[in-house]
Structure formats: structure tokens, C-alpha cells
């Protein structure tokens, strides 16, 4: 190459060089809050739309969903549907689209694991005092079978096309499990109606990612159950255009005469949940299924709930108690995601 023509190469260089390091890099922007009981936490890359009114949009959004979902709040949809279900069962009801999205994907569940979850087992949450009313104490094996012969999915029948629910018998709904995660996915489809396509949305640790960060993929900490300062996370993994929703029995129990109770209760027994699986992560496509499956395999303990993620194909990892201690594992479709549990 001629002294001339390199010198026009290396000047063609820099200007390619300063150009690219003058485009604005996208800017990581955040809104936060409190919903459904908790905190959300939401980042983001691009779009139009200023932080502040995607702070409006999602608060509005998310007070919606409460008056349609919450089992505190006395005027929701749901609240009004488990008040009134003595006159409305054995009666076609009209409910909201949401409300029916939520109640289709528990139905789903519900069937795929074998009964583990099951949205009519609010009187049991309410009678072991997890619920809305607050109770102590531990309750009697007559009390726990009585309100099992209130519950079951298979006295809930849906009707998709007219948005309708029949009730067989009185039923007290409790969505707990399934619609934290739902609006997560909700607030995900609002951005994205906003033109936003790189964000990370969780509400109360149930996660939804799109897209990535200028620096890569986003990454989630698997909590521990436990703890420690310093010490967190458990796993760190990154989920790509994936959900990820962790059920643990670790944070809501109460004890009584030295026996600890789980805030998660067997749809089967009537009882708070009894084994050594203290957490489970769900990772899929969309979190009200990740959401709802958590908390499925959570119920199922440790050997069931891996012959269900095994039989249903779920990337599921587990951490169980082992003495003092924990210890990991994985589901087959979770390690072909992420690698073996402990690496």
C-alpha cells in the first residue's frame, strides 16, 4: 500500500472509529413500587416513553389488576365472586377477561400436575391462617376434611368463549399462585405495546425477560433459602427471552409447639405442605405458568415434583433440605438450558 492510500485508510478508520464512539449508548432506566403485597422492580433499554410515564401506565395498569385478582381488597371481582358464591353456584357467571386468562392457565396446571395446584383451596388458607383473616393456632382434622369437601377444580367449569365460570358448589377462589405472575407477564405486554422490547419486569421475585442489555444478556439470582451475608445466590442463570418463577416454603410459615407450618398447602391433604424441598425455579416461556407450575412441583415435595418436571419437560431447579444443609438438583430440560445443578 502507498504512503498516500494509507494514509486515506487510516483516516477512513478514524472516522468510522469516532463516529461509532459518538452514538448515544441505550440508558438503563428503572421504576419501582409496591404491588399484590409486594415490591415491583422494573429496568428497561429504548422506547420513547419517559420513566415517568411508564411509571403511570404500569401503576394504573397494576391497581387495575388488583381490583380484578385481590382477595384483600373487598370490591375486586374476586372478592365479590367468593362473597356472593352461595346465590351465583350452579349459575352461569360473567367474569372478566383477566380473570378468566388466570383461571384457564390454573386449570391447565392443575390437571398437568396431578391436583398439586388448585386455586379453590382458599377456606384451607384461610382456616390455617395464611389468608385474608388472620387465625392462630392449628386447626382440627374435622375442620381440614369439612372444608375439603368445599374444594376442587373439578367443581369449577370454564366457559372461554362466553368468558363465563359455574360454580357446582359455593367456592372461595384464592389466585395467589398464579396471578403475581400473570401480571408480570401483563406489564411485559405493556411495554412492548410501548415499543420497549429489552426489559426485565418482577413482582415479588417472579421474573419476565425480554430481549438484552447493551453488555449482554440479563442474568437472575436464584435465591438461597437461607440467607447469608454475602452469600445470596444460590445459582446465577440467564434465562434469555424467558420467565423465571421460584415457589419456597421459607419465608411464610409460623410454628406451634415446635412444629413448623408452610404458608403452602396441600390441595390433596388439606394440610400445610410437609418435605425436605425448600424451593423450586420453574423457567419458561411466559411466568403465570412458570408462576403456577412453582408452585406445584413446591406442593409435590422433591421425588414427585421431578418425576412431574420430568414427565412435562419443565427446566425446574431444586434446592432440598439435607440436614444442617442443602443440596441441588436439576430437571433434564433445565440442564440443557443452564448446564447440571452445582456448575
Known sequence: ?????????????????????????????????????????????????TPTEVHEQVEDRLAHLISVFSTYEKNSELSRLNSNS?????KPVQ????????????????RYSMGRLDVTVGPLVN???????EREGVPS???????????????????????????????????SAVAKGWAVDDIGLLLEAMEISDYLVEIGGEVRIRGAKPSGDWRIAIERPVME???????????????????????????????????????????PIRHALASVSVIL????????????????????AMALAEANDLPAY????????????????FERMFGSAGH
Open 1 to 49: 500500500m502507498n504512503k498516500n492510500l494509507q494514509t486515506v485508510f487510516v483516516l477512513l478508520l478514524s472516522v468510522v472509529f469516532l463516529a461509532s464512539c459518538s452514538e448515544p449508548q441505550p440508558e438503563l432506566r428503572r421504576i419501582s413500587g409496591f404491588t399484590m403485597g409486594s415490591q415491583y422492580h422494573i429496568s428497561w433499554f429504548g422506547g420513547e416513553a
Open 86 to 90: 352461595e346465590t351465583l353456584a350452579g
Open 95 to 110: 367474569v372478566s377477561p383477566e380473570l378468566m386468562s388466570v383461571l384457564q392457565d390454573a386449570s391447565y396446571i392443575n
Open 127 to 133: 382456616l390455617w391462617g395464611f389468608g385474608p383473616e
Open 141 to 175: 382434622q374435622a375442620e381440614v376434611d369439612q372444608l375439603l369437601e368445599m374444594t376442587g377444580m373439578n367443581k369449577l367449569a370454564l366457559d372461554k368463549e362466553k368468558n363465563e365460570i359455574l360454580m357446582d358448589v359455593p367456592l372461595y377462589i384464592d389466585l
Open 229 to 271: 451475608v454475602g452469600h445470596s445466590a444460590q445459582r446465577i442463570i440467564a434465562p434469555g427471552n424467558h420467565a423465571v418463577a421460584t415457589s419456597g416454603d421459607y419465608r411464610n410459615y409460623f410454628e406451634e409447639n415446635g412444629q413448623r407450618y408452610s404458608h403452602t398447602i396441600d390441595p390433596l391433604t388439606g394440610y
Open 285 to 304: 416461556p411466559t411466568c403465570s405458568l412458570a408462576d403456577a407450575w412453582a408452585t406445584a412441583l413446591n406442593v409435590a415435595g422433591p421425588e414427585a
Open 318 to 333: 431444586f434446592i432440598i433440605r439435607d440436614g444442617d444443609g442443602f443440596k441441588e438438583a436439576s430437571s433434564s430440560a
